[in-house]
């Protein structure tokens, strides 16, 4: 798996489990499971994503617990279901696309959250950043110009630009011309923007780069696992000598060698 998808996984499971006992034995586990497939990297990333958010729904109830009964319950991101949490750590450190996303939430059985994938994106942007930055609320063009872009206060475009899913190209130079000669346009943007950087401040990050390397780590064991003739000599003799049936052999050839020598001795 790619070292960027491994930092994000690294934050989702940060950002999902309160506790970072948690969010390492349960990452790590999922991602073991998965490099275990023969996966192309591109569905691996999903595949252990869609596992991870079974589980926090799964759990629920439990992670909503201990965050209740720890200092976190104070931190407002952790008020955020799991899939609003995962959706926004996706998004800002990921940057994965609304259809991968969609396709993630809709593999790990939440159809209706991945076809308005925007509202909920929008909504969690706007309630986190309102509720611990106080910055102000985000509102469409003021004026609604014949020219300006149609607003949708649910969804707007500057959400879609600010994520970079504005694909079309026609579609983006008109809004890159629109936005140098609308002022008020170009103050929904700045206002999106402040609350799109709000919210990145606000997602919990792990404190050091053990759990990466950790990640790293487990991620290489299930290749090496997969694909033995890629491991180095010390690598497949270490494997060799973990085997139950080796250690049996190698402990009683100790044990000959250690008679034949104390009978020599004599």
Request: glycine residues 4%.
């Amino acid at each position: 798996m790619r070292t960027e998808d491994l930092k994000t996984f690294s934050v989702i499971g940060n950002g999902i489990w309160p506790k970072p006992e948690d969010s390492r034995h349960t990452t790590a586990e999922t991602l073991a499971a998965v490099s275990l497939l023969d996966l192309e990297p591109d569905r691996a990333v999903e595949r252990a994503a869609v596992a991870l958010l079974k589980r926090a729904v799964r759990e629920g109830d439990s992670i909503s617990a201990k965050a209740a009964r720890s200092s976190l319950n104070t931190h407002s991101f952790f008020r955020l279901s799991a899939e609003e949490r995962f959706i926004l750590i996706a998004l800002h450190f990921g940057k994965w696309s609304y259809s991968r996303l969609s396709r993630i939430l809709h593999a790990a059985g939440n159809e209706a959250m991945s076809l308005r994938l925007e509202e909920v994106a929008w909504s969690a942007r706007t309630r986190l950043a309102f509720s611990a930055m106080r910055v102000s609320y985000p509102v469409g063009a003021g004026s609604g110009g014949p020219h300006c872009p149609s607003y949708d206060p649910a969804k707007p475009w500057t959400q879609r630009f600010l994520d970079d899913e504005i694909v079309n190209g026609t579609e983006r130079i008109f809004l890159q011309n629109h936005l140098m000669a609308c002022d008020s346009c170009r103050r929904g943007l700045a206002l999106a923007r402040e609350v799109y950087f709000a919210v990145e401040t606000l997602i919990p990050q792990p404190s050091d780069e053990s759990f990466l390397k950790d990640l790293s780590s487990v991620c290489k064991r299930g290749y090496l696992h997969k694909a033995p003739s890629q491991r180095s000599v010390m690598e497949a003799l270490s494997a060799f000598t973990k085997r139950p049936d080796v250690q049996w052999i190698l402990i009683a050839w100790l044990i000959v060698v250690a008679v034949v020598l104390a009978w020599q001795a004599m």
